[in-house]
């Protein structure tokens, strides 16, 4: 496979003209120009709704390479940020970076803009700004007049802008992620029939491409889901909240994308710290008739579990047994050791049903089947539920360290 994040990566990864197509209809509903580029800045589709200028611009040797480096600028530091970017692109025009992140690293990124933050006379072009472009003394009035006809937006546009950014960007992610998932399964598959020598290891790779598979199915629901909380708010809001609830998003975000390309098992530690960056949303989206404890035996949180095992199940118990509910709800994360086995309850005091009601989804039926993966019949998975009560999850998982 080319090397990621270049070109030849992202033609195998992903079909560029269906890419080509997202963009025109983002770019064509924000009013901006729009690009995916490489991690070098070169261009990975045919510029979306870009402005005359920087249509004049790319077409000039010099200033297509100003161009690209600038871009590639944009993606590296949006980051070293951890988020959207704003700035000021080699040419004067305020641009926005958001960075595309597969397994952990950065493969692109995707940018748009070409507008300004307030309007300039000509006599400011022409000394302040127009220094900065390749072009000839006879081609200096075109320039400036296309720089003079850009549009000029405030700083709330450009706040709207970067959320929607983030949740386009966050869409190209997941496009990607899932045709990269299913070309390592593919690739994986067809090494594994070709090395059929040893039976053991051709079960085991097998697991583990399972477990993949399952993690990955797990994430892009709950991200989708806060994203488009977050647009929403930023668009009919511009409260505080928005702040919060990106920030904690965004810490979400970056243990899933860190964790999600390294290591199957983590402590318990770091799963606590991801559900209270989940709850802390949760928290923002129902305020003060959401609330939540966490009580975990602190010899407990140097026990390894699978990766994400626990966050399925406080999402159920949030999305089916709080969200419901008429009453203030309140979810219990109680964690322990108790004769050598892990023992982890999470309990809601939500609608609740009868046990007969009781239907396992895609999520926990997921959870089950990585727990059966990882410690067979070693690991005992319990649901408890009562109407108008709550429901009670039980996990008892041998106690296994660093």
Not at 30 to 52: E, K, Q, R, Y
Not at 60 to 80: I, Q, T
Not at 208 to 220: A, E, F, G, I, S
Not at 232 to 258: N, V
Request: aromatic letters at 6%; charged letters at 25%.
């Amino acid at each position: 496979m080319a090397s990621y994040g270049s070109y030849e990566w992202w033609n195998e990864i992903v079909e560029l003209e269906k890419l080509k197509d997202l963009v025109d209809r983002f770019a064509a509903a924000m009013h901006v120009g729009a690009v995916i580029a490489a991690t070098d800045g070169t261009a990975l589709t045919i510029p979306s709704n870009f402005c005359a200028f920087c249509r004049r611009l790319r077409s000039h040797p010099e200033g297509r390479c100003g161009c690209e480096k600038s871009d590639a600028w944009g993606g590296r530091h949006a980051l070293d940020s951890g988020g959207p970017l704003v700035y000021r692109c080699h040419c004067g025009l305020i641009d926005m970076a958001s960075p595309l992140m597969i397994e952990g690293r950065l493969v692109g990124t995707l940018l748009c803009g070409q507008v300004l933050l307030r309007p300039y006379t000509e006599e400011e072009v022409r000394s302040e700004i127009a220094p900065l472009w390749p072009c000839s003394a006879d081609e200096l009035d075109d320039w400036v007049n296309d720089f003079l006809a850009l549009p000029v937006v405030d700083e709330s546009t450009v706040m709207n802008a970067m959320n929607l950014l983030n949740v386009m960007a966050s869409h190209v992610v997941e496009l990607c992620e899932r045709h990269l998932i299913e070309s390592k399964l593919l690739h994986r598959t067809m090494e594994l029939v070709t090395a059929q020598r040893d039976k053991e290891m051709l079960e085991r790779n097998l697991k583990m491409t399972q477990l993949k598979v399952l993690q990955n199915q797990l994430n892009p629901h709950f991200m989708f889901n806060t994203l488009n909380i977050m647009s929403r708010l930023a668009m009919f809001e511009g409260a505080s909240q928005t702040q919060e609830l990106t920030i904690q998003f965004a810490d979400y975000l970056r243990y899933i994308l860190r964790r999600q390309s390294r290591e199957e098992m983590v402590p318990l530690a770091s799963e606590i710290e991801c559900l209270k960056q989940y709850l802390a949303i949760q928290k923002v989206r129902f305020g003060d008739r959401f609330s939540y404890i966490l009580d975990i035996e602190p010899v407990a949180l140097s026990c390894k579990i699978p990766f994400l095992i626990l966050q399925p199940i406080v999402e159920n118990a949030v999305v089916h047994g709080i969200e419901p509910s008429l009453k203030p709800g309140l979810v219990c994360i109680s964690g322990k050791i108790e004769n050598k086995k892990l023992e982890i309850t999470i309990e809601d005091n939500g609608v609740g049903c009868s046990l007969d009601e009781i239907s396992e989804g895609v999520g926990i039926s997921h959870v089950k089947e990585r727990l059966k993966l990882h410690y067979g019949r070693d690991a005992l998975f319990d649901i408890w539920s009562e109407p108008e009560v709550g429901t009670k999850v039980s996990l008892s998982l041998p106690s296994v360290e660093d």
